[in-house]
């Protein structure tokens, strides 16, 4: 079994954009926010992180699919699939600084234990806050990947659908706030995705978050089409 590790933040540099949706660019909207940032798409180069479905029943095809369908319906110039499960330490760097300038960094839906455990043990949590918070790369996460943009990623307690072994592949405590730390990318913020339903009422919210001890900071719920956009300070809803 894999231990885990933690990474510190770092200090933010240049004014970060993010995108937090529950489940994609799934509306006009969203996608018209992601074109105000990436205004000529057919360029970009993209990093897609596909840590979190390969470990909540996603197979490698299944994935690679859902990479392609992103890259045809935003019109992307390059995506690049490299996993910090499997690409690590140095070799990971690497592979990143060999896209060139990085225009976004996708993490997609999907185990929020597992993209979280291996983003930290790998390096890659190091990576993608220099890239968003010091070289203007655009964060989109799905589900997971919005999640794990948060200040914790505890907010899988609150559902609680994610096997929190990874499908048997990591022991955590992931009760210990540090293990549980997001990249804290959003302000201080955590999001809590598919709040459709029972779960988009206020009061089984507020319920969850005592429950869970997050009532010391702002937890940001989303339903499934919804996103936050956040510019620097700023944050909306769309």
Not at 215 to 222: I, Q
Request: include cysteine; aromatic fraction near 8%; hydrophobic fraction near 35%.
């Amino acid at each position: 079994l894999l231990l885990c590790s933690m990474v510190d933040a770092t200090t933010a540099s240049v004014t970060p954009r993010l995108i937090l949706t529950s489940n994609g660019l799934t509306s006009s909207a969203l996608r018209h926010e992601f074109s105000r940032f990436i205004p000529e798409p057919q360029k970009s180069t993209v990093w897609y992180i596909p840590t979190a479905p390969l470990r909540d029943g996603w197979s490698e095809r299944m994935t690679r699919q859902q990479m392609a369908q992103i890259k045809k319906e935003l019109n992307l110039g390059k995506i690049e699939w490299i996993d910090p499960e499997y690409v690590t330490g140095e070799t990971l760097r690497q592979a990143v600084q060999q896209l060139g300038r990085v225009d976004v960094v996708y993490a997609e839906m999907g185990n929020t234990y597992n993209i979280c455990h291996h983003l930290h043990k790998s390096g890659g949590a190091e990576l993608v806050r220099e890239l968003v918070m010091s070289k203007g790369a655009v964060y989109v996460g799905a589900s997971a990947g919005s999640i794990m943009a948060g200040r914790t990623i505890q907010m899988a307690f609150w559902k609680d659908w994610d096997d929190r072994t990874c499908e048997g592949t990591i022991s955590c405590d992931w009760t210990n706030p540090a293990t549980a730390q997001g990249l804290n990318i959003a302000g201080g913020r955590s999001i809590f995705p598919h709040a459709n339903g029972q779960y988009a009422q206020k009061e089984w919210q507020e319920m969850q978050a005592r429950r869970h001890g997050h009532t010391d900071h702002e937890v940001v719920p989303l339903a499934d089409g919804e996103g936050l956009v956040i510019v620097g300070d700023v944050a909306r809803r769309v």
